[in-house]
């Protein structure tokens, strides 16, 4: 069954710097990857998406990578702000047995210091 | 835009009722979906739909129905509301072109109480 793990759970960092958000996945037969922001008490917003040939997306000052073989992802940020305050959730669409949806990392919950 | 919405934000309901939580999406989506969000759980997949009238179970379909009579509208239906089903359900869709390329649009979310 396929898990996804996201590092740090949480980060706390001043305005201004570049940051990285980490998720890893177990099972390696994905279609995609995809990365969403969660508002507080709100639903997800689509940030990128990486089909599992690709290698990276970039949109703005966010860059996704995807190393399917290592099962890894990273999210990065660059010049943060204090809107870029929210969990960001990395999950996976699979390709395997069991159900059809997205599986989902817990998320890392991100603070950005004005 | 893609707009995805859901019959209410904030519902509160009593042990043994029967409850429907109604998702709509406006962009003609093949893929529609019901996952609900617990802390310390994260998100997991109710059930899905690939088309009108048709639905798979995901991964945790136990005390959940749904039904998908228009394209457009897919409904989530607790047959006997109990409170471990206290959650916050959230329903998206897909296009249904591509498997790879796919993106699921998210609505707002239903915050549901289960006294």
């Known amino acids: 069954k396929q898990e996804v793990t996201q590092i740090p759970a949480a980060l706390s960092v001043p305005e201004g710097e570049n940051l990285v958000l980490n998720c890893s996945f177990t099972d390696s037969a994905i279609y995609n990857l995809q990365w969403f922001r969660q508002d507080p008490g709100k639903g997800l917003t689509s940030l990128l998406l990486?089909?599992?040939?690709?290698r990276e997306q970039t949109s703005g000052r966010l860059n996704a990578s995807l190393d399917k073989s290592s099962g890894r992802s990273t999210l990065y940020i660059a010049a943060s702000q204090p809107g870029d305050s929210a969990t960001y959730l990395c999950a996976v669409f699979e390709s395997g047995g069991g159900a059809d949806g997205l599986t989902f990392g817990k998320g890392t919950h991100l603070i950005i210091q004005p | 835009d893609v707009k995805v919405t859901q019959s209410s934000r904030y519902l509160v309901k009593r042990t043994g009722e029967k409850v429907f939580l109604e998702c709509v999406q406006d962009m003609d989506h093949e893929n529609m979906f019901w996952y609900r969000q617990d802390p310390g759980l994260g998100l997991r997949l109710i059930y899905f739909s690939y088309d009108v009238k048709m639905k798979e179970k995901g991964d945790i379909p136990e005390g959940y129905s749904v039904s998908r009579e228009k394209k457009e509208r897919f409904s989530l239906i607790l047959e006997s509301a109990s409170t471990n089903q206290t959650s916050m359900y959230l329903c998206?869709?897909?296009?249904?072109?591509?498997?790879?390329?796919?993106?699921?649009?998210f609505g707002p979310g239903t915050r549901l109480t289960v006294l």
């Open positions: 990486i089909q599992s040939s690709q």
């Open positions: 998206a869709s897909s296009l249904g072109t591509s498997r790879y390329s796919d993106t699921q649009y």
